[in-house]
């Protein structure tokens, strides 16, 4: 398993993750509504980061459902106890996953924008998809760096093309999104679909798009100075 680069111990990691929320919790909730889920479902998240999704589906699947939320880190979630939700540590690659209590599946499990962190990527699909009960979902959300290079900044057109290569370095897939309709399909899945979401980035003082923005800022800032160090980028 590839080392997590993203460390909760930083200062700025809760709110960065916050904002990571803010930018993609509205797209997840949108196609999770589409799918309908419902009151008694069983659920898992693995790579649950902050545990937004986690919350949010709590609501859904109510007293009469089970929600599992997990990560390799809980610090972060670990107050989601207190709500009536499953917290539990969880390395995805090594661990077994984890089973409601019937031992029959779960209706839904969600991974976001962890999958892409793991070089074992496909393995860990074809586990997950073997932990859902007969007609259980599994919803993926991965980043996909292809929109990058149209930027008409050249300084952030270089930084990107530093993020991309020190991530490859470091066994980290940034192009992952295009090729998970694929790479589902090939673990058995039926009826496997796929979309694709865009965030204009604008800069400046007073872009309108704030949590955008805000979080792509921190993300370098946490991981700048390794890039420097690992001579991906200049101090400039």
Not at 21 to 30: E, G, I, K, V
Not at 64 to 81: P, Q
Not at 97 to 119: C, M, S
Request: net charge negative; glycine share 8%; proline share 5%.
């Amino acid at each position: 398993m590839s080392e997590y680069v993203l460390l909760h111990d930083d200062p700025i990691e809760e709110g960065r993750l916050a904002m990571l929320s803010a930018l993609l919790d509205p797209y997840m909730c949108f196609r999770l509504d589409l799918l309908g889920v419902d009151a008694g479902w069983s659920y898992l998240e693995v790579g649950a980061g902050n545990g937004s999704i986690s919350r949010w589906l709590a609501g859904r699947v109510g007293t009469s459902g089970r929600v599992v939320c997990t990560d390799l880190e809980t610090s972060f979630i670990d107050r989601l106890a207190s709500e009536g939700i499953s917290v539990r540590q969880l390395d995805i690659v090594l661990d077994p996953i984890l089973q409601p209590v019937n031992g029959e599946g779960f209706d839904l499990i969600v991974a976001r924008n962890v999958l892409h962190h793991l070089p074992e990527h496909n393995d860990v699909i074809e586990r997950l998809a073997a932990a859902l009960k007969p007609g259980g979902l599994l919803v993926t959300m991965e980043p996909d760096t292809a929109t990058l290079w149209s930027t008409t900044s050249p300084e952030w057109l270089a930084y990107w093309q530093a993020f991309c290569a020190w991530s490859e370095s470091r066994d980290i897939d940034y192009k992952l999104g295009c090729s998970l309709a694929l790479r589902l399909s090939r673990v058995g899945l039926d009826r496997v679909e796929s979309f694709s979401e865009t965030s204009m980035l604008q800069g400046g003082r007073d872009t309108p798009t704030p949590v955008v923005t805000g979080f792509y800022r921190d993300t370098a800032i946490a991981i700048g100075p390794r890039m420097i160090a690992d001579g991906f980028l200049s101090p400039s």
